[in-house]
């Protein structure tokens, strides 16, 4: 999949921007939204743009601005691990592509993953296209994934370092 014309224009508007809000334009567009509740492919009980944990309450309706309000809250500890754990230096692009990616895959398995390690070794380039391999959730390959892997491979690689 190619990244659609609306978000990359979304994205190229934000030039100069910060890889929080870069992310926080991208992921809404890679995960959608859904205002109720509902199980993921791997199970997990989830609702708005990925947000999951023990404050969902089953059977609610939850607003736009309830997602807004959640995603903005869910964002920040895995900019906070972005910054903590790239020790080489990297674009915004490049964190906010990270950014969205440990979203997706959660802080451990970022901060253990081949993807980080390859950028902390200084090939880029090969981080980027290491995002291609996360495409499995449940057990199996999933076509959403890698849509997804795809957008966020993109977005790493621009004003590629």
Request: glycine share 8%.
């Amino acid at each position: 999949m190619v990244m659609s014309p609306a978000l990359r224009n979304k994205i190229i508007g934000l030039t100069g921007a910060s890889a929080l809000t870069i992310a926080g334009v991208m992921i809404p567009d890679l995960e959608g939204v859904r205002h109720a509740p509902y199980y993921d492919v791997a199970g997990v009980l989830t609702v708005c743009y990925g947000h999951t944990g023990n404050d969902i309450v089953p059977g609610k309706r939850y607003s736009e601005k309830e997602c807004q309000m959640l995603l903005t809250k869910d964002l920040k500890p895995f900019a906070k691990s972005v910054e903590r754990s790239v020790k080489v230096p990297a674009t915004e692009y490049q964190k906010a592509a990270l950014i969205s990616f440990s979203y997706n895959v959660g802080v451990n398995a970022f901060e253990h993953s081949s993807v980080l390690r390859l950028l902390n070794s200084g090939n880029y380039i090969a981080a980027c296209d290491g995002l291609r391999q996360w495409i499995y959730a449940g057990g199996r390959k999933w076509k959403g994934l890698m849509n997804r892997r795809e957008v966020e491979r993109e977005v790493c690689l621009w004003e590629q370092k």
